[in-house]
């Protein structure tokens, strides 16, 4: 679609942006790898030490021969590419005095960001078994004086699988805050920032988000963790400016590459949820 909208009699120097949600899932991942890809298709293997027995100690016999390390790989793999391509008409951008081209790169930039924030909430399907709190038969259906308790519920699932106490989140959808304000338990210390976070509750930090997985409007999963649970990597892969052969025009288009994995299911708890 071309950008005659932009050509007007008396034109603004500013552009009308879209409202943007907030992006938060990916405050809620490590990316202790990303370091590590090399485009699409790189594999990273991570490697976890298993436990070390502790065991009685007896001065006649000694500790005995040592014990070997055992260890566990799994692999996250780069399998996303996501990519954006627009263009601006010389006559356009000769009869528009705002800066299309950048505000077309803001745009794709929020878009990827945004296709990355859901990629990385549908993990909420490898949770743990016995992490879930209702299911998508029976979803609990919370109201303002019960929706703190829930939250509250999923940290005791994450204190029962020894899970660290900081780093903990817990990202909800608009209409389940909505519940959460209501509640003088939540919002005597309430902090609204525009990343989306909006508080603490039993040391998960609180974030909301228009992200929040569903289906129609139903049966939203959320999700509760802590931040070693899922490992993201990503990476720009290509940036390039360029004059499309067959017209007169400015071109800009962009490849990110990325992936993510669970490497802790135990470290996530699923509340599923309906609105009332």
């Not at 951008?93 to 505000?103: P, S, T, W, Y």
Request: charged fraction near 25%; aromatic fraction near 10%; charge should be negative.
């Amino acid at each position: 679609m071309s950008v005659q909208n932009f050509i007007p009699t008396i034109w603004s120097a500013r552009l009308n942006e879209k409202f943007k949600r907030n992006l938060v899932y990916g405050n809620c991942v490590n990316t202790d790898y990303e370091g590590e890809i090399n485009g699409q298709g790189s594999t990273v293997k991570i490697n976890s030490i298993g436990s070390v027995t502790i065991g009685d100690y007896d001065k006649t016999t000694g500790v005995g021969k040592p014990e070997e390390l055992s260890s566990e790989q799994t692999s996250l793999v780069i399998d996303q590419a996501k990519y954006f391509n627009f263009q601006v008409d010389d006559i356009d951008k000769a009869q528009a005095n705002v800066d299309l081209l950048e505000g077309g790169i803001k745009e794709a930039a929020f878009g990827l960001a945004n296709t990355c924030d859901k990629y990385i909430a549908g993990f909420y399907t490898e949770v743990k078994a016995g992490n879930i709190i209702g299911d998508d038969t029976t979803p609990i259906v919370p109201t303002k004086s019960d929706a703190y308790d829930y939250l509250v519920d999923l940290g005791v699932i994450l204190d029962e699988n020894d899970v660290p106490e900081d780093n903990r989140f817990v990202v909800v959808p608009a209409w389940f805050y909505g519940l959460l304000v209501k509640d003088p338990r939540f919002t005597k210390e309430m902090d609204v920032m525009r990343t989306g976070f909006v508080g603490n509750i039993d040391n998960m930090a609180v974030y909301k988000s228009n992200n929040v997985p569903n289906t129609a409007g139903t049966k939203y999963k959320i999700i509760a963790g802590h931040k070693s649970a899922i490992s993201f990597a990503g990476q720009v892969d290509s940036v390039e400016a360029y004059r499309p052969e067959s017209q007169f025009s400015d071109a800009i288009k962009g490849l990110e590459v990325y992936g993510a994995k669970v490497i802790k299911p135990e470290a996530l708890a699923i509340l599923i949820a309906n609105k009332a």
